[in-house]
């Protein structure tokens, strides 16, 4: 099942549960508006070269539509419609005052120079600049993005509308970033864990983690939880697998990476097959890389007790299934990974206010707001006897159900 379709069957279960008008249900689910742009650029060879891009606007029913920008080679229409669907609710499931969208540019980032990026950044912004905004949609990095490439849309876009650092978030701090934005998404997986663990009378001290992916998420991830005492036996990236089960250093292995380009070569732990990753023995299993990688071939094997998503739709619905009857818990991408979108409302917040906060108190209305969010889901979970990922959707969809019916929509 692709993502788009998983993410609406997870939306029309959500909707069966709170039991929504069948018109509201469908005007919740169509997006506000789809764009599929042309980009095309000189390349430092002189040739032209042509890219699509997409920016998908789901819904603008709680405030200013948000979510990220990935240049990535898979970047299709159901990809970018699915993710900007997850915005809406992971939004709404965090309660900052925003809407949901996704963009993105089918691309591979890593066979383009820096010049050729900035160029095929400003075009892609040269296409979208009036449909994008500080109180209309307002992106962020993704998967082949970062603070560089918020930094080229701010002074494109500022080209047309003047100086407006709120209108992307992610941002470098020198241009209006905020601190402790690079480390959210990852810190937010933390704080979701230890609310999770709490449930059950546990922490995260002498639990064993193995994390799939050790990009910026997962990297954070895995060393703020060995920090809080957790022992992190395996992780992956693109270029292998590594396994200690005393415990990886974290520490070494992030300058390893940093200096390899890839965690390959590591000599704190032993190789071991990156398929096999997702069932290791562990108690808790983050997967932090690409969609669909827990599916019905390997959900059976997979011999943890608790799965934190920090990956956008990590797990398909026929896993779900074998994964529940098993008794394993899984907390849902939607509240696991909304560390990220989370700070990023506190960036526009302060870009808007024109004041700046220090970091500790980043993290800690961070931790204030995740701690939060999981309370809320499960409350939910007990209203609606479901599970959290149901608890999740059920939670987001019914705030934003809520604010479009308050708004003035009518059957």
Same mark, same amino acid.
């Given at each position: 099942?692709?993502?788009?379709?998983?993410?609406?069957?997870?939306?029309?279960?959500?909707?069966?549960?709170?039991?929504?008008?069948?018109?509201?249900?469908?005007?919740?689910?169509?997006?506000?508006?789809?764009?599929?742009?042309?980009?095309?650029?000189?390349?430092?060879?002189?040739?032209?070269?042509?890219?699509?891009?997409?920016?998908?606007?789901?819904?603008?029913?709680?405030?200013?539509?948000?979510?990220?920008?990935?240049?990535?080679?898979?970047?299709?229409?159901?990809?970018?419609?699915?993710?900007?669907?997850?915005?809406?609710?992971?939004?709404?499931?965090?309660?900052?005052?925003?809407?949901?969208?996704?963009?993105?540019?089918?691309?591979?980032?890593?066979?383009?120079?820096?010049?050729?990026?900035?160029?095929?950044?400003?075009?892609?912004?040269?296409?979208?600049?009036?449909?994008?905004?500080?109180?209309?949609?307002?992106?962020?990095?993704?998967?082949?993005?970062?603070?560089?490439?918020?930094?080229?849309?701010?002074?494109?876009?500022?080209?047309?509308?003047?100086?407006?650092?709120?209108?992307?978030?992610?941002? !470098?701090?020198? $241009? /209006? =970033?905020?601190?402790?934005? *690079?480390? +959210?998404?990852?810190?937010?997986?933390?704080?979701?864990? &230890? #609310?999770?663990?709490?449930?059950?009378?546990?922490?995260?001290?002498?639990?064993?983690?193995?994390?799939?992916?050790?990009?910026?998420?997962?990297?954070?991830?895995?060393?703020?939880?060995?920090?809080?005492?957790?022992?992190?036996?395996?992780?992956?990236?693109?270029?292998?697998?590594?396994?200690?089960?005393?415990?990886?250093?974290?520490?070494?292995?992030?300058?390893?990476?940093?200096?390899?380009?890839?965690?390959?070569?590591?000599?704190?732990?032993?190789?071991?097959?990156?398929?096999?990753?997702?069932?290791?023995?562990?108690?808790?299993?983050? !997967?932090?890389? $690409? /969609? =669909?990688?827990?599916?019905? *071939?390997? +959900?059976?094997?997979?011999?943890?007790?608790?799965?934190? &998503? #920090?990956?956008?739709?990590?797990?398909?619905?026929?896993?779900?299934?074998?994964?529940?009857?098993?008794?394993?818990?899984?907390?849902?991408?939607?509240?696991?990974?909304?560390?990220?979108?989370?700070?990023?409302?506190?960036?526009?917040?302060?870009?808007?206010?024109?004041?700046?906060?220090?970091?500790?108190?980043?993290?800690?209305?961070?931790?204030?707001?995740?701690?939060?969010?999981?309370?809320?889901?499960?409350?939910?979970?007990?209203?609606?006897?479901?599970?959290?990922?149901?608890?999740?959707?059920?939670?987001?969809?019914?705030?934003?159900?809520?604010?479009?019916?308050?708004?003035?929509?009518?059957?």
């Amino acid at each position: 099942m692709n993502a788009l379709a998983a993410t609406s069957r997870n939306f029309k279960q959500s909707a069966k549960l709170l039991g929504l008008d069948s018109k509201l249900e469908k005007s919740l689910l169509i997006p506000f508006r789809e764009i599929k742009v042309e980009c095309t650029i000189p390349k430092d060879d002189g040739t032209l070269a042509s890219y699509v891009g997409f920016r998908v606007q789901h819904d603008n029913a709680r405030g200013p539509m948000k979510g990220g920008i990935r240049y990535h080679q898979e970047v299709d229409p159901d990809e970018v419609n699915a993710l900007a669907q997850l915005m809406t609710w992971k939004t709404a499931v965090a309660n900052i005052p925003y809407g949901g969208a996704k963009g993105g540019i089918g691309c591979s980032p890593g066979d383009l120079s820096k010049s050729e990026l900035e160029r095929l950044t400003r075009v892609f912004t040269q296409k979208i600049h009036d449909l994008i905004g500080i109180h209309t949609d307002v992106p962020a990095p993704d998967m082949g993005t970062n603070s560089q490439t918020m930094a080229w849309i701010l002074d494109e876009y500022s080209k047309f509308h003047g100086y407006s650092p709120a209108v992307v978030t992610g941002k !470098p701090v020198d $241009l /209006g =970033g905020s601190l402790g934005r *690079d480390a +959210a998404t990852g810190r937010g997986v933390l704080f979701a864990t &230890e #609310a999770l663990l709490a449930e059950h009378g546990k922490g995260i001290a002498g639990q064993r983690f193995v994390i799939q992916g050790f990009g910026n998420v997962g990297s954070w991830a895995a060393q703020l939880i060995r920090e809080a005492g957790g022992k992190v036996i395996a992780v992956s990236d693109v270029t292998g697998a590594i396994k200690n089960v005393n415990g990886l250093d974290i520490a070494q292995l992030m300058k390893h990476s940093s200096e390899n380009r890839g965690i390959k070569g590591f000599h704190g732990g032993d190789a071991i097959d990156p398929s096999a990753l997702l069932t290791e023995e562990c108690d808790v299993l983050i !997967p932090a890389a $690409l /969609g =669909g990688v827990i599916n019905k *071939d390997n +959900a059976n094997d997979i011999k943890a007790k608790y799965i934190i &998503e #920090a990956a956008n739709h990590p797990t398909d619905p026929e896993a779900d299934e074998i994964l529940s009857k098993k008794g394993v818990l899984i907390l849902p991408d939607i509240l696991a990974n909304s560390g990220g979108v989370t700070v990023s409302y506190f960036e526009w917040v302060q870009n808007i206010q024109g004041f700046m906060w220090d970091e500790e108190k980043v993290n800690a209305e961070l931790r204030t707001y995740m701690t939060r969010a999981f309370g809320d889901v499960k409350q939910m979970c007990r209203s609606h006897n479901c599970d959290l990922r149901m608890g999740a959707f059920t939670l987001g969809v019914n705030r934003v159900a809520r604010a479009t019916v308050l708004r003035g929509w009518e059957a």
